[in-house]
């Protein structure tokens, strides 16, 4: 990759938004880099690669991972350049092209922008216990993964809302014993989860926190939970801990660059998805406009609309979007590859 090459169009973020946006524009012929700040695609998806989700258009029930798997695939029909793991901190235009800067000192150049940043890098609030980080490869856990690491064992979780009760819920069949942990009274998730929390065999810890991990070898064998309203601590032996303490949330740039804001992390756009800074714009969770939506289905629309406000940003002549994929020749060999493979769903 070169970085003095110009790109059409450079998309900020490598989430569900920022791979259909990749794809529509390479449906529109446009030279295309993405570049997500972790070392992988896909976005938020990966704080519930185990969950199946029911609400994406014409898709059957199907996890996280299996989703994320099927957006990267379309996401690089096209072949864009993909640039993993690294942070883009700065937006400027010097001479009609945009200086995409990064964290690491490298600076992507484009004609457009698109910024499909969700909420921008998280990163899941770690315990604040020294020495902590150790375990990190062995037995504790900010994100769940695969279920199947929990088979037959003694796990804690640590929090008290929507994911870590969920969490509780779902590994509840499957590990020897879940407790959950959380540092207030009462827990915050949805009211059915909860029920279910206290229907089932997984025992709850309120008001307590986590005071101390303690070790044997590389990983904790027992942890001791301080009660917030006796001061009275208890150990527990575990084989495995997982903290849901919620993520912290860093939109970085947006706030320096001349965005109009709503609320904390959103930009405001158009019906074009056009942010005040003409050249650049945004799609999916990021933006806000009346009527907006946090579903990965409107991301994939709106992704669609910056890719077809950029070429007419870049072209004013070009059509205002691409012909639809079923009649589009631009499918045809790849249509005819498919077929000689069988892999053409639903034939
Ligand atoms: C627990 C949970 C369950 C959900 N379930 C569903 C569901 O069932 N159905 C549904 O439709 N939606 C669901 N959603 C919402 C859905 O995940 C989001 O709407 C979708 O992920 C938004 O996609 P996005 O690409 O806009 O943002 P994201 O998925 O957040 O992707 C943004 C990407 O940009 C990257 N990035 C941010 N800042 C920078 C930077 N400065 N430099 C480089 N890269 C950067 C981030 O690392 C990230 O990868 C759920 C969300 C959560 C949290």
Not at 142 to 153: A, D, E, I, W
Not at 250 to 266: A, L, Q, S
Request: proline share 3%; net charge negative.
């Amino acid at each position: 990759m070169s970085l003095e090459e110009v790109y059409d169009v450079t998309i900020v973020g490598g989430g569900p938004t920022g791979l259909y946006t990749a794809f529509y524009a390479g449906m529109r012929d446009l030279g295309t880099k993405i570049i997500e700040y972790h070392p992988h695609l896909g976005g938020k998806l990966h704080v519930y690669l185990e969950k199946v989700i029911w609400d994406i258009g014409g898709l059957p029930p199907t996890t996280g991972e299996r989703v994320v798997e099927n957006l990267v695939e379309q996401g690089t029909t096209f072949d864009p350049t993909v640039v993993l793991g690294e942070r883009v901190t700065r937006i400027e235009r010097k001479a009609g092209v945009f200086e995409v800067r990064c964290r690491s000192g490298a600076v992507h150049l484009s004609r457009t922008v698109i910024l499909a940043l969700g909420y921008g890098v998280l990163n899941p609030k770690k315990l604040t216990i020294d020495g902590a980080e150790k375990f990190e490869v062995t037995n504790l856990y900010y994100t769940v993964g695969s279920l199947s690491r929990f088979r037959g064992k003694r796990v804690l979780i640590s929090g008290g809302g929507n994911a870590a009760i969920d969490w509780a819920n779902t590994l509840e069949p499957v590990a020897e014993q879940v407790t959950i942990s959380h540092r207030r009274e009462e827990f915050t998730g949805h009211e059915r989860s909860i029920l279910d929390l206290r229907a089932s065999s997984v025992r709850t810890m309120t008001p307590y926190s986590i005071k101390e991990l303690h070790a044997e070898g590389d990983e904790i064998s027992s942890v001791s939970l301080e009660n917030a309203a006796t001061g009275e601590v208890e150990k527990i032996e575990v084989d495995a801990v997982i903290v849901n303490h919620g993520f912290d949330s860093d939109v970085g740039f947006i706030e320096e660059n001349d965005f109009r804001r709503k609320g904390e992390y959103c930009i405001v756009v158009d019906e074009h998805m056009r942010t005040d800074i003409p050249g650049i714009f945004a799609a999916g969770d990021l933006v806000y406009y009346d009527g907006k939506l946090h579903l990965i289905s409107g991301c994939f629309v709106e992704g669609a609309t910056a890719v077809n406000s950029a070429k007419l940003y870049l072209e004013p002549e070009a059509e205002e979007s691409a012909y639809v994929s079923s009649h589009n020749e631009r499918f045809s060999e790849k249509n005819r590859r498919l077929e000689l493979q069988g892999a053409i769903g639903g034939r």
